[in-house]
């Protein structure tokens, strides 16, 4: 079977539609997944994404950014092939790009996740020939716990760090995790949340779009000699160890990431509390999901591509790496 889609200086490449899927350099037309940094960004021609993106891609990109946005499912005709983008279940409006053409079924995930999640429309198992798939977890040793247990436990480390007179600071990636435990928090309280900056304009995103979470305000709003004691604050990992964190004195430090998973990562990062909640897909969601396209070749691409592909081998599917530079927007 010929090849589809190729990987050129410029990104990944579909002759038959001239186009590219999450191109790294500025092209004529892009199909983008998502609006992490590492696979959406700016300068294209044109731009093709889900419509349930659209908030966080002008977000990212600017509100003059070039985007034509497709329902789920909804037919493109690019040259000779046929698009369609499909739920990714990643972050909201994260997508599947199906292409098809007389070389086959193919179909680009970018990233995944196979754990519920209501911030974002679910994974769809899309019929292929060949599947690109991400493998950033792909170790057997990743497994995620069910995320209700996991947003409970962030809950309850607050509730001790209130009970010591203590703030609590959380630590995890701006775009999809903070939204996401915001929504899980619901499930206990409804106290306000307090928010670095770099979160506000995408939570304010999330909820245009119909997401449900706590109340939340900004740090930077409250006054300077506001008491943080008992409060729970939310910030990107960039903003450890800045100033920016000395109005929280005596605080314990939480991050949320699947990279706590491993033993030693929280101690090596320096938090005190470390939670397993990741919006990629664990070993077992990766390799169901390849089962339920029922592809006969898979190309794997960043994080840990080579121990799945010896493994798909192992167990009768084509298998290849596909280098990309996409190594997320550490957004583990």
């Not at 604050?233 to 939480?254: E, H, L, N, Q, V």
């Not at 030693?264 to 509390?273: A, I, P, S, V």
Request: proline share 7%.
């Amino acid at each position: 079977m010929a090849g589809l889609i190729e990987t050129r200086p410029e990104g990944l490449y579909c002759a038959a539609g001239d186009f590219h899927i999450d191109p790294w350099r500025p092209v004529p037309r892009a199909v983008i997944t998502h609006a992490h940094a590492d696979h959406a960004r700016a300068g294209h021609g044109v731009i093709w994404c889900a419509r349930e993106s659209l908030g966080v891609m002008h977000q990212r990109l600017g509100q003059a950014a070039p985007i034509r946005p497709l329902e789920w499912r909804e037919p493109l005709t690019l040259g000779r092939a046929r698009v369609s983008l499909h739920p990714a279940g990643h972050i909201l409006g994260s997508a599947q790009v199906r292409v098809e053409a007389r070389e086959g079924v193919w179909v680009a995930s970018g990233d995944y996740k196979r754990d519920p999640d209501p911030t974002c429309t679910p994974f769809e198992p899309v019929p292929c020939d060949t599947f690109i798939t991400e493998a950033t977890f792909a170790l057997p040793v990743y497994r995620w716990p069910d995320p209700a247990d996991v947003v409970a436990d962030v809950f309850h480390w607050w509730r001790r760090a209130a009970d010591n007179g203590q703030p609590a600071v959380l630590f995890c990636y701006a775009l999809g995790k903070a939204q996401r435990v915001l929504n899980g928090l619901l499930a206990h309280t409804g106290q306000t949340v307090y928010l670095h900056g770099a979160m506000t304009p995408l939570v304010a995103v999330y909820r245009a779009a119909g997401v449900a979470m706590v109340p939340t305000e900004a740090v930077s709003a409250q006054p300077r000699d506001h008491d943080w004691r008992g409060h729970l604050i939310m910030a990107p990992p960039s903003a450890a160890g800045t100033s920016w964190m000395r109005r929280f004195r005596g605080a314990t430090t939480g991050f949320v990431s699947g990279w706590m998973r491993v033993r030693g990562n929280r101690r090596r990062r320096g938090y005190d509390q470390g939670f397993v909640l990741s919006d990629h897909a664990d070993w077992r969601g990766l390799v169901d999901s390849i089962r339920a396209t029922g592809c006969q070749r898979v190309l794997a691409t960043h994080g840990h591509s080579d121990t799945l592909v010896r493994y798909l081998r192992e167990h009768g599917w084509q298998a290849a790496e596909l280098g990309t530079p996409f190594e997320g927007e550490a957004d583990g």
